[in-house]
């Protein structure tokens, strides 16, 4: 039974596909956030947990992390520092997300586009999508396989 | 293993620095582009994180919510709400007019045909957190009303002073 499970989680297809995904996930997600700093930036003021001077710097350099990890796992180029950033990244908003929740506060996530009056998902719904997220970047980053449709070859 | 750690290093610096150039460089070009630093503090006026698109306009502020309801008692000038109209609806100030940001282009040329571009406005949305009355006054101006001033503490200052409301 162990055996087949660990079948499934070294299959190249399986690689591909969540590789796809989670790379597809970040590259859409960066998109509004790139057209719309403004917006972004509000977004980020919304959590009330970044101090002033840091939510016009974080709007300008984080849609570009998001966009350059995503399409580093599309296009198969450093695949372990790409999953490492992407890890972090839902790790950190894992984190944003929870202390929100324990203190009751109601913010826009800003994460695939902007209302502008409170979110529309809940803030549980979110947190799944986010945990969903980072257990396949986690097999992303721990698969030691081969990786198909890839440039970069070495699988490390 | 060190080997690895290095590569991966490497790598990781690699993605942050062409993230952080391409930022930068698209921030500076662009015209949808921001300050580098906003404004998030609430005690220093409206927050907002500085668009340089905006930078062309300038609007007086009226910072002192008192100064709001002197100019309110000398009933001449129109107090314009920026708000959803559910707020609106909700409460606002007294003879104020509803013409919320979201809905300008359909309304405003009813309002054009009531109120001449002479006319003193003040606009107002939610406060110090909200822009909405600052890109109210923008849209007005473009539409060639140039006497425009903006109430930034907004309805929720208006009622925390338990001034008059309808």
């Not at chain 1, 055996?3 to 591909?16: A, C, D, G, P, S």
Request: hydrophobic letters at 40%.
């Amino acid at each position: 039974m162990n055996n087949t499970f660990e079948k499934i989680l070294q299959n190249e297809w399986l690689e591909l596909t969540i590789r796809w995904i989670l790379g597809t996930i970040f590259v859409a997600a960066s998109y509004y956030k790139i057209i719309s700093p403004e917006n972004f930036a509000r977004a980020v003021y919304s959590y009330d947990l970044f101090p002033g001077y840091s939510i016009n710097l974080i709007a300008i350099i984080f849609p570009y992390m998001e966009c350059f990890t995503g399409l580093c796992l599309i296009l198969g180029i450093y695949h372990r520092s790409a999953a490492i950033l992407i890890n972090a990244m839902l790790f950190g908003f894992i984190i944003l997300l929870s202390i929100n929740i324990m203190r009751g506060h109601q913010f826009d996530c800003g994460c695939f586009s902007f209302n502008g009056s409170g979110n529309t998902d809940s803030v549980y719904s979110m947190l799944i999508r986010n945990v969903i997220l980072l257990l396949m970047g986690g097999f992303v980053l721990y698969y030691k396989g081969y990786r198909k449709w890839s440039f970069q070859k070495s699988s490390r | 293993m060190k080997r690895v750690f290095k590569g991966t290093a490497k790598e990781l610096m690699i993605i942050i620095g062409i993230s952080v150039l391409c930022g930068f460089a698209v921030n500076a070009y662009s015209p949808k582009g921001i300050a580098l630093f906003g404004n998030w503090d609430t005690s220093k006026g409206v927050v907002s994180a500085k668009p340089k698109s905006h930078g062309n306009y300038f609007f007086e502020e009226i910072e002192e919510i008192q100064t709001a309801k002197e100019i309110f008692d000398r009933g001449d000038s129109l107090f314009v709400d920026a708000r959803h109209p559910d707020a609106y609806h909700e409460g606002h100030i007294p003879g104020a007019v509803s013409l919320p940001v979201g809905r300008f282009d359909e309304m405003i040329e009813g309002f054009g045909s009531r109120y001449p571009t002479s006319t003193p406005i003040i606009t107002y949305c939610s406060g110090r957190e909200c822009e909405d009355s600052h890109n109210l006054a923008r849209l007005l101006f473009t539409e060639g009303y140039t006497n425009i001033r903006i109430f930034i503490d907004g309805y929720p200052g208006w009622e925390e002073m338990g001034y008059p409301r309808e």
